[in-house]
């Protein structure tokens, strides 16, 4: 790994734990500016990494974070894509994987690094994780290879030691300072005192390839849920809905619904009206494989779509994604089976 003299890395603060401050009335955290951050690290300046700053005004709560802020980050990558070696972006945690999932799709043949990072204790607080997470995130994003190509040309999180595919992350953890898991992908590299790299790992560098910056977007999905005792109006109110486009179904483990056949004609009335229905795994890890047991063929023959090792974020946004754009229903269907952004494992 080498990192010439002075690369430049465009931090995109749009708010989140790592830049709030305590209210002294309320006791609640709020965002606070991006100034006030730095100067808690003043670390930064023995970098040797020219550190650029756009920051959302006003910052918001990651629970706050909306599609339109996507394409916003969208907008500010591609304006900037030329002038910086790598992006950081500074975020909460609550939807930073929703986030990351999102980028990794609206971010086409993106050959630079966007690694988003946050902490679960303000910079401010004496025992922060944002310290560690903001400086090793940078690092990251300056890093080059030997021939002078980025080290992670992709959409990653970083947290606590560890580089994960962004698409491939989930907040696993509320507390801990190892908030977020990449239960099907292993890590990307891994922050000791050194940081080591596991490039077999990492999307590899295709020279002459021009970013394709997409902003579209529909988000007339919902995400459902199964649970033993699960109740036939309220599937079928919510599956016939008229407005809805597409399903983010959870079933238990390999894919598996109860063999009810009230459910199943809703299932297949939804799948007839063109809705997309994917099937993912309430499991925190491991794949969908529908044809393995009669409770998952029912829901292969009913049209649903296996998610294989999806997270529910990384469908959610590519599915919220591919609607946007208009495409027969057919190519849908076949454009959530194959890997964009290496989201599933094919
Ligand atoms: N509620 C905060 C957010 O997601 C939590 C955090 O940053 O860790 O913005």
């Known amino acids: 790994m080498s990192r010439k003299e002075h690369s430049s890395i465009l931090i995109i603060y749009t708010g989140g734990t790592i830049g709030m401050i305590q209210n002294a009335e309320t006791g609640a955290l709020e965002s606070f500016n991006f100034d006030h951050l730095l100067k808690h690290v003043p670390e930064l300046k023995q970098l040797n990494i020219n550190i650029d700053a756009i920051t959302f005004d006003p910052p918001i709560d990651s629970s706050d974070m909306e599609p339109e802020l996507w394409s916003r980050i969208v907008s500010i990558i591609e304006e900037n894509y ?90 696993i953890n509320s507390e801990s300072f190892g908030a977020f898991g990449s239960n099907n992908y292993p890590n990307l590299a891994k922050a000791g005192t050194d940081i080591q790299f596991f490039t077999r790992n990492i999307r590899k560098y295709v020279p002459g390839l021009k970013l394709k910056a997409h902003h579209e977007y529909n988000s007339n999905i919902v995400i459902f849920s199964l649970f033993p005792g699960i109740q036939q109006e309220v599937v079928e109110k919510l599956l016939g809905a008229k407005e809805l486009k597409g399903i983010i179904f959870r079933t238990y483990g390999a894919g598996n619904a109860p063999q009810k056949k009230w459910l199943i004609d809703a299932l297949s009335k939804a799948t007839a009206e063109g809705k997309i229905i994917i099937n993912i795994t309430q499991c925190a890890g491991g794949s969908v494989h529908m044809e393995r047991y009669e409770t998952g063929l029912q829901l292969l023959e009913a049209g649903v779509i296996s998610g294989k090792d999806s997270t529910v974020e990384a469908a959610l946004t590519k599915l919220m994604y591919l609607l946007g754009k208009d495409l027969p229903i057919e190519e849908v269907r076949r454009r959530m089976s194959i890997s964009f952004a290496g989201e599933i494992s094919v």
Do not use: W
């Open 82 to 171: 030329d002038s910086y070696d790598g992006f950081v972006i500074l975020h909460g945690t609550d939807t930073m994987s929703f986030t990351a999932s999102a980028l990794s799709f609206m971010l086409e043949d993106l050959m630079k690094p966007v690694v988003l990072t946050g902490s679960q204790l303000p910079i401010g607080a004496l025992r922060t994780d944002g310290k560690e997470n903001l400086i090793t995130a940078i690092e990251i994003a300056a890093a080059k290879n030997a021939e002078g190509h980025p080290m992670v040309p992709e959409v990653c999180v970083f947290f606590h030691e560890n580089l994960m595919r962004g698409n491939r992350t989930t907040k």
